[in-house]
């Protein structure tokens, strides 16, 4: 055991853990996160996704050791009441169903608009791979990420 601090959602927590425990437990079961959720446990599902250092991250298989950076969470998206884009993008394409892997989804939107701010299609297809949605919502979820693309280019 040993203090690592984490800053999370902007917000600095020392905790006193495990260095190699997977950094989903700290933020599930520690910070009372439920955003992030258990999946697979493998990294293949992606419903654990959060966002560290700008890119989308599998939780479930990241050391809290090896976190440096700035990590974000589902509850970490939005500012001043106001959802973010991608967070208000799914709910007006209705972009869920049972809504278990919609975190992951909007984790793994949002990482990628951060990269790349007009996707086509099949850029969020591919982005979008690794991320598992039994219940089908495949095509709102496309459609939720143009969506999202179009808010935040207007928002500049």
Do not use: W
């Not at 902007?10 to 905790?15: D, N, Q, R, S, Y």
């Not at 989308?56 to 500012?79: D, F, M, Q, W, Y």
């Not at 850029?123 to 990420?145: K, Y």
């Amino acid at each position: 055991m040993s203090n690592v601090t984490l800053k999370v959602n902007g917000k600095a927590h020392t905790l006193d853990i495990d260095p190699s425990t997977p950094l989903l437990y700290i933020l599930r079961n520690d910070l009372e996160l439920r955003g992030p959720r258990f999946g697979c446990g493998l990294g293949q599902c992606g419903a654990c996704t959060v966002i560290i250092n700008g890119v989308a991250t599998r939780s479930c298989i990241t050391p809290v050791s090896s976190v440096k950076n700035e990590i974000t969470t589902l509850e970490g998206l939005a500012k001043g009441g106001k959802l973010h884009p991608v967070q208000q993008a799914f709910l007006d394409a209705g972009a869920f169903q049972c809504a278990f892997c919609t975190s992951g989804m909007v984790m793994s939107s949002v990482g990628l608009l951060q990269t790349n701010a007009s996707p086509s299609a099949a850029d969020i297809v591919q982005f979008l791979q690794g991320n598992i949605c039994r219940c089908g919502t495949h095509p709102r979820i496309i459609e939720a990420v143009h969506h999202a693309a179009k808010m935040m280019q207007e928002r500049g």
